[in-house]
């Protein structure tokens, strides 16, 4: 059986109902809340492929108060046994909501971190999507747009396998690589095989100068109390630097910060969440916020002491992290969630993971589904051209006042 949570949420506006967008909203609040959470948190752990970001802890925490991101809807599959099971969840919005493009697209609900690959049932993936599309179909949606989908895992080749039985295809809108750490290899050999002796004899260097300012020691916070008190000190990093001059630290709006301050101690109850800081004797230089999910973990965000970036405090962090991964006989690989060319993780974690944002049609030969897949390409090409206007016109400002960069 499948469960429709909203079956309004993926019509387009007509035009009648102008910016109000009444038709692309959920029909009332709390759609995702109405997942049994204890159903939910069993198909996690069956899960086909893991997503930290869409455990429970984080998304219910996300979806009540994140900016953006809250009344996300859900479509959610059963099986047809005696108790049912949950097999299939996956988060969804409008496409108007996602990217106010008037369209009837079923879109990932986002969940504050760069991974919506929906929860598949390992043991019944192909009658989980074909559910799940069904589902999809009746909401009146003509496709739906998987963001941020990890598009060469196990759960994109399922998704491939129910289409191409029903005579569809998946259509690629953007994909890009990001870092991925192999964390089943010692964590010293990773390192000096991905940055080589010279470049580790200077971080060394370094280091060595960081300790000159107290004995320098990396901490894990594991357990609840643990994770609470840690977070306070990210977040506290976090806004002292750049992001808090762009405005875009997560304490800088409450229902960010309400969110982050629930999501990190939820996980931490079912071992799902560390939080990871470099201390220079009593000063904190480094913290970053790590997601746990079945044999993979997921570097969520970084906060540095910019006093302290001579000494590249991220990258400090970052070697450590590395090493106690690696260290971890649980995790098998990390996914960096960062963007495709980040200078900082890029060249320490040298795998690479595939990800992109991938259209499903949902009836064969609909000629919508062209529309729509030309709508989110302009879309796409679109913010491109913006987004190198704005770094240029940032670079023309650093060449004009130059100020010391944050090396993280």
Known sequence: MAEIIDHSIARAPSVADGRRSELSQPARTGLLDGVASQAWQDLARRALEPNGYYLPGWELAVNA?????????????WDDGRPAQLIGLMPVTSLWRAYRLPLPV???????????????????????????????????????????????????????DVLRRDGLRPRIVQSHERALLDATGDGDAVLQDALGAKKLKELGRQRRRLAEHGAVRFEVARSPGEVTDALETFLTLEASGWKG??????VQHNGDAAFIRRAPPALAQDHACEIVTLHAGDAAVASGLVLRHQDRAFFFKLGVDERFAKYSPGVQLTLDLTRHLCSDPAIRTADSTAGPDHPMINPIWRGRLAIGDVLIPLHARDP?????????????????????????????????????????
């Open 65 to 77: 108060s994140a900016r953006g991101r809250t009344g996300t809807a859900a479509l959610s599959v």
């Open 106 to 160: 079923l879109a990932s609900g986002h969940p504050y971190g760069t991974l919506c690959t929906p929860l598949i049932d390992s043991d019944r993936a192909e009658t989980a999507i074909t559910r799940l599309l069904e589902a999809a179909r009746r909401t009146g949606a003509r496709a739906v747009l998987l963001r941020d989908m990890s598009t060469a895992g196990p759960a994109m080749r399922a998704f491939e």
């Open 368 to 408: 919508a589904v062209e529309i729509i897949h030309a709508a989110l390409i302009a879309r796409r090409e679109g913010l491109g051209f913006a987004r190198r206007a704005v770094h240029a016109i940032r670079d023309w400002r650093k060449n004009r006042n130059p100020t010391p960069q944050p090396r993280h």
């Open 245 to 250: 001059r762009r405005g875009t630290a997560l």
